[in-house]
């Protein structure tokens, strides 16, 4: 069965930096769509980045510039490099894989990032 793992989330002063990686098992991973997702309570689930098959890749507009998403393929990873962080990139981030044109829609459990001085 699919499963995404994500891990490297934990406590940065502002400007600081972190890798989040999510290793992804059970899916084609270089037929999805990976993206990162992150939450604060109460708040709905907001789109960071993705990164399409080809390699592609799109930004929300709050992190775009500081935020790099990639993915190493050959072990099914997606990564996102977070730099220059902000006190407002506080919240649980999630990793997410969709195989375009099905239903097949994967999320991780989250890996909270924490960022304050």
């Known amino acids: 069965q699919a499963r995404l793992m994500e891990s490297g989330g934990g406590f940065a002063q502002p400007g600081e930096s972190l890798t989040l990686s999510c290793v992804a098992s059970?899916?084609?991973?270089?037929?999805?769509?990976m993206n990162w997702y992150r939450q604060v309570p109460e708040k709905e689930r907001e789109f960071v980045a993705a990164?399409?098959?080809?390699?592609?890749?799109n930004y929300a507009d709050s992190v775009k510039g500081r935020f790099t998403i990639s993915r190493d393929n050959s072990n099914n990873v997606v990564y996102l490099q977070m730099n220059n962080l902000k006190p407002e990139d506080r919240a649980v981030y999630f990793c997410?894989?969709?195989?375009?044109?099905?239903?097949?829609?994967?999320w991780g459990q989250g890996t909270s990032v924490s960022v304050s001085s």
């Open positions: 997410n894989a969709i195989l375009p044109g099905t239903l097949n829609n994967y």
């Open positions: 990164i399409a098959t080809t390699g592609s890749t």
């Open positions: 059970g899916i084609a991973f270089n037929m999805y769509v």
